[in-house]
């Protein structure tokens, strides 16, 4: 892995893991659950774009970075424990089947409520991001 200092640290560590089942709040007070489908390190050479939070960045130098996939629910719960009840039984609307972040971005505002396995039928979205990424056709939030 390449080890340069051309993204910031927190681009490169991630608190969460595949499976992990996360609680955020909105505003209005509501809470949702996410679910992280896939973590990715994307090695970007010196010279190489990467098409980050609407823009072409171009690397410097060699380095690499963190693409969080994450599943996004709903905010459709009035408390904590109601959510997470959710998470643990499966009953949770899923808004944005999968979205690619970059950390720190992908756990901003998030904790852990639980963990399940990542089915393959919950992949959909990531491997058509992963196919038109790998084609330099899609970014990263």
Not at 65 to 86: K, N, S
Request: one cysteine or more; charged letters at 25%.
């Amino acid at each position: 892995m390449i080890a340069g200092n051309f993204f910031p640290p927190d681009y490169k560590t991630f608190p969460f893991k595949q499976g992990d089942l996360l609680l955020s709040q909105d505003e209005g007070g509501k809470f949702s659950v996410s679910k992280v489908l896939k973590i990715d390190t994307v090695e970007v050479g010196r010279g190489e774009a990467i098409y980050m939070g609407g823009k072409d960045i171009v690397a410097t130098e060699d380095d690499h970075l963190l693409i969080i996939g994450c599943a996004y629910g709903e905010y459709e719960f009035g408390t904590a424990e109601e959510a997470q009840a959710a998470a643990l039984d499966g009953s949770w609307t899923v808004r944005i089947g999968h979205a690619p972040n970059r950390s720190p971005g992908a756990a901003e505002g998030q904790s852990l409520i639980g963990h399940e396995p990542v089915h393959e039928s919950e992949l959909e979205g990531y491997h058509l991001w992963k196919e038109a990424f790998d084609a330099g056709e899609a970014g990263v939030f």
